[in-house]
């Protein structure tokens, strides 16, 4: 019977961090500052190939990521947005003289004049389309990516649009009527946001929907969940541009008005902050190697910032500064953990007994595709064999790691405390695993918690556990054994407990 297992070379400039709040300050640097331009008013990375789109004045260019220039075009009256069609590497250009696709290598593909004054695009890359942002016009338009009209919406002047590549809806600022609206991919209006003074630019990240916003007239930014449902607000004195990371789900914000950018994790918390620059007017962030470029507008200079060292997590839920960062990834190589159907690793909820034997079983066994089949008569009733963790609570059953409860039932459902979690852990390290490895054991140097006397049940297993260097107490002495176990934690006890080298 078959389970399918669910794997749950030149110098550069240091810039200066500002200030930094509630997490590490992160290193970025300058990698790259092209001057020759007029007043650069807008960016877009190809994450392809790590080259930049800018609207300059009355110019569209075209630079490698490297900064040198492989195409300028002069054909514009007052390009305000670019966006890039990573599938193939051509740009949409929103010109106050009408909306323009462009080719890789600048030649002009189409060209429409039936736009009042194209303020904003975005290119979706899924199918090559475009919506664009009219605000003249007072409407919000998708074109196809030969120019064919889909549809149009009227949007109260509309300055902004953001397309989520994932289902092909389209988030729009409507300064008109001082709001943010979502709409459907056939133009049904799925939300719409009463809470903005200003509200100058938006961003959609592709994985999960969400959109930042930059609210440029009380000076924050705002996080959406894809229902409309606030996640974060901050205040970012003149957020004007913003960009999401989607890899990370972090968002870099153009501080027009501090002349400062500020990069954001996924939860707001401030992760740099850094000057030099002048009215900073768009920014874009690339998701391949966390770089984002930077539209310097009244420096007329085109930057490009890195994070050195930057890699894109493998569960953007769990940032870099996450405090259990590297043990989750160890885990993750090692084969022992996955994320959910959403691509998240969902470091809060609390471990069951069914996914503890799970983190067990896969670390004993050096990986899920080595924990064998089970094929015998389950053990337990409330495991049967068609429980998707059956084969991982058998092996924890063979290997003498897990027992049921006095009813003869493994209760799956029940969430994991720190008391059970050492008495899992200690009887997997410990040689023969199970109890009889434990036989006779008698702490070293025992840490007599005053809630873990040697009275108490689990005693030798939390010793053992803290005598392999797999737990320690908490600031307050004690251990804390009624305390349900989490999913980052748990992450945690098995990096060390079975040495993944973090």
């Not at 790590?50 to 009256?77: A, I, N, Q, T, Y």
Request: charged share 20%; net charge negative; glycine share 12%.
């Amino acid at each position: 019977m078959f389970r399918h297992r669910s794997l749950f070379a030149l110098t550069l400039p240091l810039l200066i961090c500002l200030s930094a709040t509630s997490a590490p300050a992160e290193e970025v640097i300058e990698a790259w500052r092209g001057d020759g331009f007029s007043h650069p008013q807008s960016v877009s990375v190809n994450p392809t190939d790590g080259s930049c789109w800018v609207g300059d004045g009355g110019d569209v260019v075209h630079l490698s990521e490297d900064g040198p220039e492989l195409w300028r075009g002069g054909k514009f009256s007052y390009p305000a947005s670019v966006s890039v069609n990573s599938t193939g590497g051509s740009c949409w250009v929103a010109d106050w003289g009408g909306v323009m696709y462009l080719a890789a290598d600048g030649t002009e593909v189409w060209r429409s004049g039936d736009f009042t004054l194209p303020e904003s695009v975005s290119a979706n890359p899924a199918d090559g389309s475009c919506w664009v942002a009219d605000g003249g016009g007072d409407r919000v338009v998708h074109l196809a990516e030969d120019g064919t009209e889909l549809l149009r919406v009227f949007i109260s002047w509309p300055t902004c649009v953001s397309v989520d590549s994932n289902d092909g809806s389209c988030w729009v600022v409507a300064q008109g009527d001082w709001q943010v609206v979502h709409l459907a991919e056939n133009g049904a209006e799925l939300w719409r946001g009463n809470r903005f003074d200003y509200a100058s630019s938006l961003s959609v990240n592709y994985t999960d929907g969400s959109c930042w916003v930059a609210d440029a007239g009380p000076g924050t930014v705002v996080h959406f969940d894809a229902q409309g449902g606030e996640l974060w607000r901050g205040a970012i004195g003149g957020a004007f541009g913003v960009s999401v990371n989607s890899a990370d789900g972090s968002c870099w914000v153009a501080d027009l008005f501090n002349n400062q950018v500020v990069h954001l994790a996924q939860d707001g918390t401030e992760l740099w902050r850094g000057g030099g620059f002048n009215s900073p007017h768009s920014v874009s962030a690339n998701p391949v190697d966390g770089s984002c470029w930077v539209a310097d507008e009244h420096n007329a200079q085109v930057v490009r910032l890195v994070i050195p060292g930057w890699r894109a997590p493998i569960f953007y839920d769990v940032a870099s500064y996450h405090w259990a960062f590297e043990e989750v990834e160890a885990c993750y190589n090692a084969g022992i953990v996955g994320g959910y159907g959403d691509g998240l690793y969902h470091p809060e909820l609390a471990v069951t007994r069914d996914q503890m034997a799970v983190y067990i079983s896969r670390a004993l066994a050096g990986g899920d595709e080595y924990v064998p089949e089970f094929t015998e008569t389950p053990t337990f009733p409330d495991v049967p064999e068609e429980h998707w963790a059956l084969d991982y609570v058998e092996y924890a059953v063979e290997r003498n790691v897990v027992a049921g409860y006095q009813d003869g039932s493994y209760h799956p459902q029940y969430q994991v405390t720190r008391d059970q979690m050492a008495v899992y852990v200690a009887r997997a390290i410990c040689d023969p695993t199970g109890e009889d490895g434990l036989s006779g054991y008698i702490p070293a140097d025992p840490r007599n918690f005053p809630d873990v006397p040697d009275t108490f049940w689990s005693y030798t297993h939390v010793e053992y556990c803290v005598e392999n260097g797999v737990v320690a107490g908490y600031l307050d002495g004690l251990y804390h054994p009624e305390l349900v176990v989490t999913r980052d934690q748990m992450a945690v006890y098995v990096a060390r407990a079975f040495d993944l080298g973090t």
